[in-house]
């Protein structure tokens, strides 16, 4: 057991002190590493963690059994999305994908502490309103934008979450997380590289131009963040304008 917060996890941070006591000292410190599976879909939820480092994926299953992301959590969030909304089984299986610190705590320890702390379930609440988001965005950028957009947008968030220009990903893992075919990563990757986006090696992207990154993913990328910093205002995160306000006329 822990007696601060992760360092890493602006979730934990924006916690009144008082619900940082409350929590922190049923936290445990743990190392989650790439193929972690620390939910699986329909069942029970045993932990729910607040990832330090490194990248989670929640992954649905198409009716060929084909997994696609759906949603992404790092250190600005928390698994567990069920067990805040009262449910233990995970809706989807929730998959590490790139490895690091974090801290969990037990699912039902979770429950007992948002029953009794109104402004602790509100923080959780709010983040899984983000998170619906994300899912929300996801859904309109894999109906209605070509795969560059999506992968630049999917290397934004990426970044935002890992803290780092550079990452381990492979054309496997990213065309898994995209559902597209591979080849279709590659070409993608290509222009990327082409427009001096980024670079990339068998296993490893880094981002040179966020800019441009971001005026390729155009709108797929800024709204769930915006509103992350609308709803947490006191985290300093995401790199990218604030969508979640109307223009100004």
Not at 95 to 112: E, F, M, N, T
């Amino acid at each position: 057991m822990i007696s601060n917060p992760p360092p890493g996890n602006w979730l934990l941070k924006t916690l009144s002190a008082e619900d940082q006591a409350l929590v922190t000292q049923h936290l445990e410190r743990v190392s989650i590493k790439r193929g972690d599976i620390l939910e699986a879909a329909g069942e029970p939820i045993p932990y729910v963690y607040f990832p330090d480092e490194g990248l989670v994926s929640v992954v649905a299953r198409m009716q060929d059994g084909k997994p696609v992301e759906v949603g992404m959590v790092g250190r600005e969030g928390m698994t567990g999305a069920s067990v805040v909304l009262d449910d233990f089984l995970a809706l989807n299986e929730v998959r590490v994908q790139i490895g690091g610190a974090a801290v969990r705590i037990p699912s039902a320890v979770l429950r007992r502490l948002v029953s009794k702390s109104p402004s602790l379930h509100a923080v959780c609440l709010r983040y899984v309103q983000v998170l619906i988001s994300q899912v929300a965005q996801t859904a309109v950028a894999a109906a209605h934008l070509t795969v560059q957009a999506r992968l630049a947008r999917w290397l934004l968030m990426v970044q935002d979450r890992v803290g780092s220009d550079q990452f381990s990903l492979t054309h496997e893992l990213l065309a898994m997380m995209l559902g597209v075919r591979r080849p279709g990563v590659t070409v993608a990757m290509h222009m990327l590289e082409g427009e001096h986006l980024i670079r990339s090696t068998r296993a490893n992207v880094q981002i040179v131009d966020r800019d441009g990154l971001e005026a390729l993913a155009s709108t797929s990328y800024g709204i769930p963040e915006g509103l992350y910093r609308r709803l947490f205002p006191n985290a300093n995160v995401f790199g990218g304008p604030d969508r979640s306000k109307p223009a100004s006329s």
